[in-house]
Structure formats: C-alpha cells, structure tokens
C-alpha cells in the first residue's frame, strides 16, 4: 500500500500555517483516492500543539523531528529532520508546502532518498492513471500536466491551490524520530529576519489587490520635469487606502541600482514578472508599466487586471488585462486617493 | 581574514525572454516550436550569480570564476560573445539539451562531474553559485543536487547579498515570506547559493575582459564534452500555452473622475 507522507514545519508550537493545511486537505485527497494510508511529519522546536490541531485529520502515523535544533530554518538541519522521517515511513509520495524553508531542501532530499522532486506544483490529481500534477515551465509561459515512475515522488505544492483541511483538534501521539545533524550542517548559523530597507512592509502576500508600479512613475511628466517624490506618496497613499500589496516592474527596480531617480519604498523583492515573483491576488491594477510579456508572466495568477497607462497600444492593451485606462496615473490616481479618504472619512 | 576563493558559477541559457515560446511535441518529449532558431540569453538569475562571482573574485585577489554551462555548443557560442565583455570568468562547456523539459536531478549529475573535474578544486575554498531557479525548468532543484552530490550541506537559495566579514565569515541574506529576508552567517567554505536578483547592477562592457575570457572561450567550446540530459521516468500528458487571452476594454474616453470612480468601484467591490 503507498504512504504519502506530508511535512509541515512547527513555528513556535501554533497552529499549522494555512499553507499545510492545503497541503494536508491534497494529500487527503490524493490518500483518499488512491487507497494510501497517511503520515505526518511534523519538524519544530515543539510539536505538539500543531500535531493536536491536526489530529483528527485520519493520519495513521504523526512523527516528529523535536528541539532547539530544528527550530532555524537551515539546509542542514532541515534536510536532515526530512530525510530521518522519510526513512521512519517510507513513503510513496512526500508532500510538502512550497514554503522558502521546504523549498530550499525538497530536492536534496528527493536526491538523498533516490527519488525524485517537483516543486511549484499547481494541482495535485489521482486518477486512473495514477497520480499526476500540473506546473508551469519558462516562467508561467506553459503549463504542464505530468506524472512520472521514480519513488518517493517529492512534490512542493504551491500556496492557494487547494482548499485547506477543516477538522477538529485533539491529541495526537507524536512518534519521536531521531534526526542527527552533522557538524557541517552547524557551520550555518540562522541570526534573524531583516524586513525590506523601505521600512515600510509594502509586500502582502494574502492582499486581495496587487498594486503595480512602472517605471513611468521616474519620467518625466507633461512640464518636462520628475515628480519621483510625489509619486511615492501617491502610491504610499494608496497602499494605506487599501492594504494592497506593492509590486513593480523591472525597470523600475533596476533604476535604483543604475543610481537614478527611485522610489524610495521599492526593493527588487517587489518585482514582479520572469526574474520577479508571480503572486497570487484576485485583482491587480498596474500603472506607467507598460504591460510587455517578461513582466506580463508574473500576473499569471491575478484573476481580475486593469492597467493606466498613457499608450493605447500597450502590451495591456493586447490580450493582458481586462480593463486599461488610457490617462495619466498622476492625475488619476491622485482622483483615487482622494474618493478613498472620502469613502473612510 | 583574507580568503581566495574558487567561485563556480553553474549557468546555461534560456531563450530571450521577448521571444513568443509555443510548445510542441518532440522525439522524446516536449520542446519549443523551432527552439534552435530562438536567440538565447544566459539564463537571468545564473547572469546575476555571475556579477556577484566576479564581484566578490575581484575583493579577494588570487580567487578565480568558472562558468560550467550546459547547452548546445553553438548556442553557448553565441551568448558566451554577449557575456565575456562582462566578468573574467573561465569556461568549462558541456554540449547538450537547455530544454526546461529535461530533469533536474541530470543536469545536477552532468554539472557536478564538471565541478569534481576542475584541476586543484579545493573544496575549503569552494562556492558554487547558480540562480535559484532557472527560467526554463523554474523548479530551484538543480542546485539543491549539486551540493548534494559534492557533498555540501550548507545551502542557501534566494540569495541577494553575500557580506565577507572580516574573520571570513560569510553572511548571507536570503529570500523568505513576506518581502523579507532571513539573515545566516556560515563560517566560510563550502557552501551553495542560488541567487535571487543580487545587490549589483549589469557591469558595463570591458573590452580587455572580453579579448582575455575569448582566449579561453573558444578552446573550451571546442572541446566541449557531450552530455545527454533528458527527463528518464517522466510522462508529460500535454503541455500547452494557457487559453486565458482577455478581451481587453479599452477606455478612451472617460473623464479623470471618472476613471477614478470606476477603479476605486472595482476595488471597493469584492
């Protein structure tokens, strides 16, 4: 009988992050569906607030990877404590959330346990044919729907793309496993988190409205001169408005490295598109971007697009947002700003 | 502390991200519609491991920068003429499939036996970078394997700064949740890092580094070794372009306020 064998890492003994209970409502699924029986793999500092949280979730094993150890988000230590579980179930199929920690290990350790890994899973399907995903390859440009014959099959599946488990809490009985890091692993040490140096959080993953910025914003505007500074308090403006999440164009972020007129509140993090990020938002407005397809890729998952942009002939314009503007973004998002302080006050 | 460094950069090419990509089937899997004829650029992520490679080899004097690039030989020519005006860097080629369709896990075996052949590696002064995904395959696995297989086990991915502290330790940001980045130190060699978009801009152009790397580039593609990177015990039931071409309205004629009233509509509704 296959096992599929979930991972979820414990921050501070809480709960389960939304992003393993998605991956554990597809592993249900898939387990479900093809007959497998189900373990948890839990990796943590403490573990067993998590596993009671999920305790009714109809694993037959919860196993865990316990102390300060495994606490860091590290290469060494992680792989070390996924490598250890696997062994304990030997499982058919290892499934895992696409966090930056699983991430940063999954195919090490695919590699480790001769099997095999996919990351940025989109879909997650057992049928007759066996069990088979979906990703997308050349930066969100075409999708693909595959299965493949090497076991364990690691797969890292993306956040959003599957309802999350809702089931009752209780009291798991966590299996002790014994994970040994090697004293090169312990050469890294994890210091902390630094947020991005605009001060200002201006990324949101879980924002329903993804706010786009263009270079345009840095040019020179209808009197011949820059306005970077006003556009950064429209766009300040904005985000405090609504709680968007700020994205930008590469142009624009690249400026600042060029040692141009920026804005001040951007960082490469914000980029969006084939060497950005490709986030998940229901609507997205972008504005002085001119919607070209490198950066066009990254709004693959934004369900609902508008753009303002001052050229009808923008790449918006050819089959990539649903609405676009033709008008100055100054001026109109000066309009925006205004009816939204009005709409708060 | 003064370190030298062996910086190996694992970089190959992708087409010109400008380029119109159409999947089609081919003899032993998916392929890009006249994919030979598409120009190519050395993949983004892998350029920006570059720049920081050469960067950090021209702060520590004595290290030196391999690229090991795995492509057709005559794509790899033609990127290489791009690229070598850049950063110093020694070649070592490998003639085989960029495809994003083949596997991880083989083009890591084919990158790592290139690694374990360069003369006098020396694996306390050994780095190895890459981008943390390519934008062909896009999976971030590749490096993860390398290190693997060169027994590596400090691992870093999303990289965007590496700061050489003055014991020689290695600080090292990397990409997490959120727009923020979670902040290792590691004691020093060896360790992996794919990298994210970096700290530095495109160098410009250097002539003199164009002619000295052009002395070594041509040799190196001559005597390329052949790799046959595919994607063994992989199935891929359709791959296909996504049908979500909107019918996109074109507003024209409104008045400011109005466009206005109608975006903070759409937003304000959900």
């Given at each position: 009988m296959?096992t599929?064998?979930?991972l979820i890492h414990v921050e501070?003994d809480a709960?389960p992050a939304?992003?393993a209970l998605?991956?554990?409502?597809?592993?249900?699924?898939?387990a479900?569906?093809?007959?497998a029986?189900?373990?948890?793999?839990?990796?943590?500092?403490?573990?067993q607030?998590?596993?009671?949280?999920?305790a009714?979730?109809g694993?037959?094993?919860?196993l865990?990877?316990?102390?300060?150890e495994f606490?860091?988000?590290?290469?060494?230590?992680?792989?070390?404590?996924a490598?250890?579980?696997c062994r304990?179930?030997?499982?058919?199929f290892?499934?895992?959330?696409a966090t930056s920690?699983?991430?940063?290990?999954v195919?090490?350790?695919?590699?480790r346990?001769?099997g095999?890994?996919?990351t940025?899973?989109?879909?997650l399907v057992?049928g007759?044919?066996g069990?088979?995903?979906?990703?997308?390859y050349?930066?969100?440009r075409?999708e693909?729907?595959?299965?493949r014959?090497q076991?364990?099959?690691?797969?890292?599946l993306e956040?959003g793309c599957?309802?999350?488990?809702?089931g009752?809490?209780?009291?798991a009985?966590?299996e002790?496993?014994?994970?040994?890091?090697?004293?090169?692993a312990k050469r890294?040490t994890?210091?902390g988190?630094?947020a991005?140096?605009s001060?200002?959080q201006?990324?949101r993953?879980?924002?329903?409205?993804?706010?786009?910025?263009?270079?345009g914003w840095?040019k020179?505007q209808s009197?011949?001169?820059?306005?970077?500074?006003?556009?950064?308090?429209l766009?300040?403006g904005?985000?405090?408005?609504t709680?968007?999440?700020?994205g930008?164009?590469?142009?624009?972020?690249d400026?600042?490295?060029?040692?141009?007129a920026?804005?001040?509140?951007?960082?490469?993090?914000?980029?969006?598109?084939?060497t950005?990020?490709?986030p998940r938002?229901?609507?997205?407005?972008s504005?002085?971007?001119h919607?070209?397809?490198?950066?066009?890729v990254?709004?693959r998952?934004?369900?609902e697009?508008?753009?303002?942009n001052l050229?009808?002939n923008?790449?918006?314009?050819?089959g990539?947002a649903?609405?676009?503007y033709v008008?100055?973004?100054f001026?109109?998002?000066?309009?925006v700003n205004?009816?939204l302080?009005?709409?708060?006050? | 502390?003064s370190?030298t460094?062996?910086?190996?950069?694992?970089g190959s090419?992708?087409p010109?991200p400008?380029?119109?990509?159409?999947?089609?089937?081919g003899?032993t899997?998916?392929t890009?519609?006249?994919?030979?004829?598409?120009?190519?650029?050395?993949?983004?992520w892998a350029?920006h491991?570059?720049f920081?490679?050469?960067h950090l080899?021209k702060n520590a004097?004595?290290?030196?920068?391999?690229?090991?690039?795995?492509?057709p030989?005559?794509?790899?020519?033609?990127?290489?003429m791009?690229i070598?005006?850049?950063a110093?860097?020694?070649?070592?080629?490998?003639d085989?499939s960029a495809?994003?369709?083949?596997?991880?896990?083989e083009?890591a075996a084919?990158?790592?036996?290139?690694?374990?052949?360069i003369?006098?590696?020396?694996?306390s002064?050994?780095?190895?970078f890459?981008?943390?995904?390519s934008?062909s395959?896009?999976?971030g696995?590749t490096?993860q394997?390398?290190?693997?297989?060169?027994g590596?086990v400090?691992q870093?991915?999303?990289?965007?700064?590496?700061?050489?502290?003055?014991d020689?330790s290695?600080?090292i940001?990397?990409?997490?949740?959120?727009?923020?980045?979670q902040?290792s130190i590691c004691v020093?060699?060896?360790?992996?890092?794919g990298w994210?978009t970096?700290s530095?801009?495109?160098?410009p152009?250097?002539?003199?580094?164009?002619m000295?790397?052009?002395?070594g580039?041509?040799?190196a593609?001559?005597?390329a070794?052949t790799?046959k990177?595919?994607?063994?015990g992989?199935?891929?039931?359709s791959?296909?372009?996504?049908k979500?071409?909107?019918d996109t309205?074109i507003?024209?004629d409104?008045?400011?306020d109005?466009?206005a009233?109608?975006?903070?509509?759409?937003?304000?509704n959900a």
């Amino acid at each position: 009988m296959d096992t599929i064998l979930i991972l979820i890492h414990v921050e501070k003994d809480a709960a389960p992050a939304k992003s393993a209970l998605e991956e554990l409502g597809a592993a249900k699924d898939i387990a479900e569906a093809c007959g497998a029986t189900l373990a948890v793999g839990l990796v943590g500092e403490a573990l067993q607030g998590a596993a009671n949280h999920i305790a009714e979730c109809g694993a037959s094993r919860f196993l865990g990877v316990e102390g300060a150890e495994f606490r860091q988000s590290r290469y060494g230590s992680d792989i070390a404590a996924a490598e250890a579980i696997c062994r304990a179930t030997n499982p058919t199929f290892v499934i895992a959330p696409a966090t930056s920690r699983w991430n940063r290990v999954v195919a090490g350790l695919a590699h480790r346990l001769g099997g095999r890994a996919d990351t940025h899973v989109t879909d997650l399907v057992a049928g007759k044919g066996g069990v088979t995903i979906s990703r997308w390859y050349y930066r969100q440009r075409m999708e693909a729907v595959l299965h493949r014959t090497q076991r364990p099959w690691v797969i890292a599946l993306e956040a959003g793309c599957h309802a999350p488990w809702k089931g009752g809490a209780g009291t798991a009985k966590i299996e002790p496993v014994a994970a040994t890091v090697p004293e090169t692993a312990k050469r890294t040490t994890v210091t902390g988190v630094k947020a991005p140096s605009s001060g200002q959080q201006t990324i949101r993953p879980d924002a329903e409205l993804l706010f786009v910025a263009g270079a345009g914003w840095t040019k020179k505007q209808s009197d011949g001169q820059t306005h970077a500074p006003e556009a950064e308090n429209l766009i300040r403006g904005f985000l405090q408005f609504t709680n968007a999440s700020l994205g930008s164009s590469k142009s624009l972020v690249d400026l600042s490295k060029d040692g141009q007129a920026v804005l001040t509140l951007m960082t490469h993090l914000n980029q969006i598109g084939q060497t950005g990020s490709t986030p998940r938002h229901l609507k997205g407005l972008s504005t002085c971007c001119h919607g070209e397809e490198p950066h066009a890729v990254g709004w693959r998952f934004i369900t609902e697009r508008r753009a303002v942009n001052l050229d009808p002939n923008c790449g918006w314009a050819r089959g990539k947002a649903d609405v676009l503007y033709v008008a100055d973004a100054f001026d109109v998002m000066r309009k925006v700003n205004a009816l939204l302080a009005a709409k708060q006050a | 502390m003064s370190t030298t460094y062996q910086i190996v950069v694992c970089g190959s090419i992708v087409p010109d991200p400008l380029q119109t990509l159409e999947p089609v089937p081919g003899a032993t899997g998916p392929t890009l519609k006249n994919e030979m004829m598409l120009p190519a650029v050395l993949d983004p992520w892998a350029w920006h491991a570059l720049f920081e490679a050469a960067h950090l080899a021209k702060n520590a004097p004595g290290s030196k920068v391999w690229l090991v690039s795995l492509g057709p030989k005559a794509k790899l020519q033609q990127v290489m003429m791009t690229i070598a005006q850049k950063a110093p860097f020694e070649l070592i080629a490998i003639d085989g499939s960029a495809s994003g369709f083949t596997e991880a896990s083989e083009v890591a075996a084919t990158l790592a036996g290139a690694i374990k052949a360069i003369p006098g590696l020396d694996l306390s002064r050994l780095l190895v970078f890459g981008g943390w995904e390519s934008a062909s395959r896009g999976s971030g696995a590749t490096m993860q394997i390398v290190g693997e297989m060169l027994g590596i086990v400090n691992q870093f991915q999303g990289v965007d700064k590496l700061t050489i502290g003055a014991d020689g330790s290695i600080e090292i940001l990397e990409r997490i949740e959120g727009g923020k980045h979670q902040v290792s130190i590691c004691v020093g060699p060896p360790a992996v890092f794919g990298w994210a978009t970096g700290s530095l801009p495109e160098p410009p152009n250097n002539p003199q580094v164009g002619m000295a790397n052009m002395r070594g580039i041509m040799p190196a593609l001559q005597k390329a070794c052949t790799s046959k990177v595919g994607a063994e015990g992989v199935t891929f039931a359709s791959v296909a372009l996504p049908k979500q071409r909107r019918d996109t309205k074109i507003v024209k004629d409104l008045s400011t306020d109005e466009i206005a009233r109608d975006i903070v509509s759409w937003i304000t509704n959900a």
